[in-house]
């Protein structure tokens, strides 16, 4: 499974680590957290010197109910921040975390190397034509609603079912804009229940019938801390667990916020061949 990224053909049959940067000010683990250059290329260096394969970056939190953020304060967000990182760390593959074409646009020309979508093109009818216009890998997430809206669209019949018929729609359209790489992200946290997060993870495996990459994101999200009774903070080993079990599921890409111990689930899971 080869993803061009930069004219760098990444083989994605061995696992990868996408760390996380948030530029918002209303992330739910790191909100706030890195707010001057000094303090983002600090983080960006240990995550490159910890393993990471990708940087992505996001300026408008898609955690539920967050708040609206204008177009123009998500470019002011995030643009400076891809130019910043590629100054200091040139050869770095940043994935860029945005429903909204204008921004995909100016961060890929700003030299970031994948669009991360989480709405597959539905919030935006110019997403696809433009990922397809600049020739970047696309990763698109399986979402119901927007971020505001989506926990109150949980009802499905059969979820798995339901969401690869919503991926192969989302594919054919993203083909027919001429889009050679995507990824396929089920979107845990996403219009999904505690217990419907659970069922399509331990039904992970059914999504190699699509015959894409697969980015699973779990790291400290609610489904691992409202049900163990944790903080976010607190829930690093339980986030290992459960990207452990999506590796043994045949999980192409895990974005995280700890890329040390990625890692290491990656390096073990390897090891046992």
């Known amino acids: 499974m080869l993803i061009n990224c930069k004219g760098r053909l990444i083989d994605l049959s061995q696992p990868k680590i996408m760390g996380i940067l948030n530029c918002t000010?209303?992330?739910?683990?790191?909100?706030?957290?890195?707010?001057?250059?000094?303090?983002?290329?600090?983080?960006?260096?240990?995550?490159?010197?910890?393993?990471?394969?990708?940087?992505?970056?996001?300026?408008?939190?898609?955690r539920p109910n967050a708040d609206f953020v204008a177009v123009?304060?998500?470019?002011?967000?995030?643009?400076?921040?891809?130019?910043?990182?590629?100054?200091?760390?040139?050869?770095?593959?940043?994935?860029v975390d945005t429903f909204r074409s204008d921004v995909?646009?100016?961060?890929?020309?700003?030299?970031?190397?994948?669009?991360?979508?989480?709405?597959?093109?539905?919030?935006?009818?110019?997403?696809?034509?433009?990922?397809?216009?600049?020739?970047?890998?696309?990763?698109?997430?399986?979402?119901?609603?927007?971020?505001?809206?989506?926990?109150?669209?949980t009802q499905y019949d059969d979820i798995i079912k339901e969401m690869l018929f919503y991926f192969s729609e989302r594919i054919e359209a993203a083909r027919n804009c001429g889009i050679?790489?995507?990824?396929?992200?089920?979107?845990?946290?996403?219009?999904?229940?505690?217990?419907?997060n659970y069922d399509v993870l331990s039904k992970l495996e059914l999504f190699k019938m699509i015959e894409l990459p697969v980015l699973v994101g779990v790291s400290r999200k609610s489904m691992i801390y409202n049900f163990l009774g944790i903080t976010p903070q607190e829930a690093l080993n339980s986030t290992t667990a459960l990207n452990t079990i999506a590796l043994t599921k045949g999980a192409n890409i895990l974005r995280v916020h700890d890329v040390k111990e990625a890692v290491e689930v990656t390096k073990l899971m390897q090891q046992l061949g």
């Open 25 to 62: 000010p209303d992330s739910f683990y790191d909100g706030g957290k890195y707010k001057d250059e000094s303090q983002i290329l600090s983080y960006i260096e240990r995550l490159l010197q910890e393993g990471a394969d990708f940087i992505d970056i996001g300026a408008y939190s898609s």
């Open 72 to 95: 123009t304060e998500e470019l002011q967000r995030i643009v400076p921040i891809v130019e910043l990182i590629l100054k200091h760390f040139p050869d770095t593959l940043i994935s």
């Open 104 to 153: 995909a646009k100016a961060c890929v020309e700003a030299g970031a190397a994948i669009v991360n979508d989480i709405s597959a093109g539905l919030l935006d009818d110019k997403m696809l034509e433009i990922v397809g216009q600049l020739k970047v890998p696309y990763v698109m997430m399986h979402m119901r609603g927007t971020p505001k809206t989506m926990q109150s669209l």
């Open 180 to 196: 050679n790489d995507i990824i396929v992200d089920p979107g845990f946290g996403f219009a999904k229940t505690l217990e419907q």
